[in-house]
């Protein structure tokens, strides 16, 4: 009669009523043998702990994932922070970034606040043990009623990520669960586990290409910037069974030392936890490297966030691995050999390792995490604050004091991407309403931008927009003087990988300044001609416009002679259509140019080009998940196809173009099996030379991969068993042949980086490699990027500049050893000298004006070899038009 009453009482109803517990809801233990949890399931508990948590939980659902999957964060915090959410938020933010803030007021909000942590699982899809562990941390928040769970959630603001990679995770699963009773049971999937950037999805932090990782860099970087932020993920099983902070050495400079410490702190609660719990096999301070790539939980130091890592040891997936005395060892950094040491008192003895195990001490590393936030929050608040007053300071009084992007730039489109880049990971920057000079005497004109250094993510900034040297020291170097490998690049320069210029300058800019609020977005103009219009050929969005007129049939021009303003390169637009040049003008920011006469001699006609490229198994090839993202992006319609397909032949009745992205000779022909999904690569390395990047790392270098062989595709044993036999992989004589037939009837191979070496191995090309054979004292360049000249009357390299960057990354350089040379062609150079621009370089004489990209004629058709990854993670823009400039007429 009176249900009005009631409703007070409600809430309080909720928070009696008996929450649903994991293995109620799904019907088995998390973590049991042979048992995962579909994400759709977990998605779906995720809901019913929400209506059942009394106010306690919330489920945030970002977005779509690239598979359309949804993209969870979820919050868990006690009633009456949840009701003041937006409140500590902006006490967070306050924190973060102190500016104007006394001492005072800092120690105000310290008081009040609540410490934000965030934890993330599994974004390396077969290492799944965080995302089967998340519904019971949440569970156990919700449910266990003593002081500690009561303490967390009075204290903490809890942002649990229960899967950072929804995608993979359902490949997964149905994966494991179509081969469970097979003999491959266990075996990883035999392609990417996001559909483009497989395991490099944790190389796109700073870049942010994937949907996954928008998501990521709003929470960590603009939203919530959390005080801590922990990504779970596992490694290879034969070492320690799960590796806690702090990162060993060698450590990468520029963040606040507090960060450094706070990460041995909480390293230090987990691995105590472990102890306490009775789990054998935790490390600290081993195997991972503190200068990482710019991945989520090793860019977050410089965002001023204790960014840290846990690795767990590998089951095959949800069945269990037994693990001989004798098959467990060290040989990683601070880990010699597999006996204890301090930093790993208490070694696991072997046996059975099942993924509850897994999930057992990954449970206890993440509540540890909380734990300590819980009882130390004002500390970890106010170290915020100082943290961030002090980088800020750092910034004011350091040198240089301010990056500027001027508004003149070889690619002024890619410099806006850049900014919004920037933006993205919440730097601060200001735009020039006016033109300006700076004291050394340089002119910007107006709309140039200016990135102050006196800001909380300072470090951050120096790394992004100034050139960077890797450490050549003890820590890099064996004790024999070889060149120990950097866990990833050696430099993660994203203006170089854009082709941005960058002024750094020491003295304070005088200008007028606005703080950029929004995402820059530029719209192109459509100047009304009788007699076309001019699309500048230097601009990587030209093709994308080009792309969409080709869409509407428009017939396009290029040039090739440069004459009258016109570079070659330029697209040539027929007047007419201007309706819908004004849509892509818009779409692409590109400007359509008014053509000033007519041009009839010096151009050629352009068209659309049949693009195939080569995908094969095996774990994927990451490189060719990244180029079908840029090939997306800029709207080039291509076909992936398989071995079947191609040794079938007669590809060029269907195809103008193939293309074979990085990749070993061994892997293309499947002589040797390609590396697997590199989770199963393992804390090998270390101090140790060629493939020392550990488990986390993937990006091994393809020479490396194909050392490393015997694991996926073809390969018998290894983590993952042997492979189904529908997906072992590779072209034989038979795909070889097909490819040979090919350019000689007229196609065109492009190759990318380590592929080079397949059109110059087994299709004859008069090509060679100079670097091989150099051990690493003679030659060592890990990703870095190295000078070049470009030969920008060649089409290849029409709307490049005349010198610029490339990215080295176990790539070759190149000489002509055909006797008969006519028909090759040296698009690019290395420089002459003081090659190295960022990162590390030893015996540059080996690489100095050696040949970086070449088009050799063969038959009827042509090869090239792009010597370098051009196409990068979908990061290096500054080289994107030599591939695209293969890809048209
Ligand atoms: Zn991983």
Redesign the pocket.
Known sequence: MRPLLLLPFLPALLAAQTITSPDQFFGFRLGSDKHMARWDKIVEYYGVLEKQSGGRMKVINMGPTSEGNPFLAVVITAPANMQKLEHYRDINLKLSDPRGLTEQQARAFAEEGKAVILQSMS??AT?IGGTQMAPELAFDLLNRKDEEARRILDNVIFIEVPCFNPDGEIMVTDWYNKQLGTPYEGSNPPWLYQKYAG?DN?RDAFQTNIPDSKYMAKLLFTEWKPEAYV?H???GPNQARIFLPPYAEPVRPMADPIVWRELAWYGAQMADKEEEAGLSGAINNAVYSGWGHFGFHWITPFHNIAGMLT?SAASKLASPLYLDPDQLRGGARNMPTYDAETIFPNPWPGGWWHLRDIVDRQKVSAWATLDLAARNRETILFNAYLKAKRQTERGAAGKPSAYLVSAIQHDPLTSVKFINKLLVQGIEIQRAGKAFSTSNGMSYPAGSFVVSMAQPKMGLIRYLMGRTFFPDNYWTREKDGSPIRPYDMATDTMFEYMGVRVDPVDEPVEASLEVVKEPVRVVGEVSKSSNGYVLDGRLNDSFRAANLLFDKNVSLRRVDKGAKGLRPGDFLVPPGNEADLQTIARETGVDFKPLAAAVAEGVHNTGRLRIAMYQRYGGGNIDEGWTRFVLEEFKFPYKSIFDPEIKAGNLKDKYDVLIIPNDSTQAITGEAPPATA??AGGGRGGRGGAGSGA??GAAAPPAAQAAAGGRGAGGEGGRGGPTPPEYRTGLGTQGVNAIREFVQKGGTLVTFNAATAFPIDRLGIGVRNVLTGKTTKEFWCPGSTLKVTFDNTNPIAYGMPAKGLALFLNSPAFEITAQDAEGYETVARYAEREVLESGWLVGEENLARKSAVISAKSGEGRVVLIGFPAQHRAQMHSTYKLVFNTLVR
């Open positions: 974004m390396h290492e395991h944790n990504d993920h596992g490694m690795e590199p989770a488990a986390e």
